[in-house]
């Protein structure tokens, strides 16, 4: 969210009044949200579909703007099924790039979620031998684990640097693709709204 409030408002966004706060996940977070409008603050949040507390959210959204991606996708998900298919390969040199996982890592467990016995085999070839619904279901599986009881799952692009860098991604495809820039474009038109 700080990079897509950058771009939207530039370095200075503060200067409107505008903090992000990270919630630490999508429990703490709902907490945090209404803790915060009770004590009256305006708020807006981003937050993942993980199906619980449909109406605690739907409570926290008729009171601040919320980007809230639907259909159990986290933030990962949604921008990673946004991505066009020359573009899905690269993804798993990401999170090198933010300090994180190498890449040859992120491949082995990409490899190792397809069961896929050569163990040289690319990105690139995967998605071609395997299909583009069946590697981004594969490839989100292993960026963005899903939950397990109250283990919160570690992810290859969570952390600050790591969402960081999925929206430069985004933003550095030029209009990101069609739903998703309506959403967060509607979304940040709320937040210059609220903040004139």
């Excluded at 603050?41 to 639907?70: M, P, T």
Aim: with cysteine; aromatic share 8%; net charge negative.
């Amino acid at each position: 969210m700080t990079r897509l409030l950058i771009a939207k408002f530039g370095e200075g966004f503060p200067a409107r009044g505008i903090f992000c706060v990270d919630g630490g996940g999508h429990d703490r977070a709902l907490s945090i949200c209404k803790a915060l409008l009770r004590a009256g603050f305006q708020i807006a949040a981003v937050v993942d579909d993980e199906g619980r507390k449909q109406g605690s959210w739907e409570e926290v959204g008729r009171q601040a703007a919320l980007l809230r991606w639907e259909d159990g996708a986290t933030v990962e998900k949604a921008v990673l099924g946004a991505l066009p298919d020359n573009i899905l390969p690269l993804v798993v040199t990401w999170p090198e790039e933010a300090g994180g996982k190498e890449v040859r890592h992120c491949l082995a467990d990409l490899r190792t979620a397809f069961g896929a016995e050569d163990k040289s085999g690319r990105a690139d070839q995967m998605l071609e031998q395997h299909g583009r619904d069946a590697f981004l279901e594969v490839l989100c599986r292993v960026a963005c684990p899903p939950r397990q009881g109250n283990k919160k799952p570690k992810g290859w692009f969570k952390s600050f640097d790591g969402g960081y860098l999925l929206a430069e991604k985004l933003l550095a495809l030029g209009p990101a693709p069609e739903g998703l820039n309506e959403q967060i474009s509607a979304f940040l038109t709320t937040i210059e709204t609220a903040t004139a």
